[in-house]
């Protein structure tokens, strides 16, 4: 029962093995939390006038506990505790002589990364903080009516195109009701 939470495979995939499914896990969080994406999103907090502190910490607390303690962040806290006597059933207890040591050098090792982490991340803050330039991209455009037969998020599922030709027949309705 404790490999059933968020980091471990627990189901076969088609065509992929666990250590290949594993790895691209851990791949979409290293593309999402990159220094560029990181920075796109602290930039659009700006613009649209939220604190972009809040969204620094936040998005520090969900990169650091996938890459620090490999866990997931909703299943993380500030510190992870582990106490020596704690073991599963059928485990032995370990020597206070091998588990302290390694603990403490674990502690140590994992404040001296978070504290790197988060000055690269407050780095990211404080460039996007001083530029005073405008910021848009993609994302943030509104999208225009010929963009639903060009973009490909538009027009790859069927999904998709049911979803176009819905809000195209709301936008028609209005128009003639109006």
């Known amino acids: 029962m404790n490999q059933y939470d968020l980091v471990h495979v627990t189901t076969r995939h088609a065509r992929m093995s666990d250590d290949e499914l594993r790895a691209i896990y851990y791949k979409a969080w290293d593309l999402y939390y990159s220094p560029e994406h990181v920075e796109r999103v602290i930039r659009r907090t700006k613009l649209w006038k939220y604190d972009s502190y809040n969204m620094m ?11 620090l303690e490999d866990v997931h962040p909703l299943e993380s806290g500030v510190l992870r505790r582990k106490y020596r006597l704690d073991r599963r059933f059928g485990m032995p207890i370990e020597s206070p002589l091998s588990f302290y040591p390694r603990y403490a050098w674990e502690v140590l090792s994992k404040h001296v990364r978070l504290a790197a982490m988060h000055w690269h991340f407050r780095r990211i803050l404080k460039r996007v903080e001083r530029d005073t330039g405008s910021y848009d991209d993609v994302a943030m455009m509104p999208v225009q009516e010929d963009e639903f037969d060009e973009l490909e998020i538009f027009t790859v599922t069927q999904a998709a195109r049911s979803a ?4 195209l027949h709301r936008k028609a309705t209005a128009a003639t009701s109006a």
């Open 57 to 67: 910490a936040k998005l520090f607390s969900f990169y650091e506990a996938i890459k």
């Open 164 to 167: 176009v030709n819905k809000q």
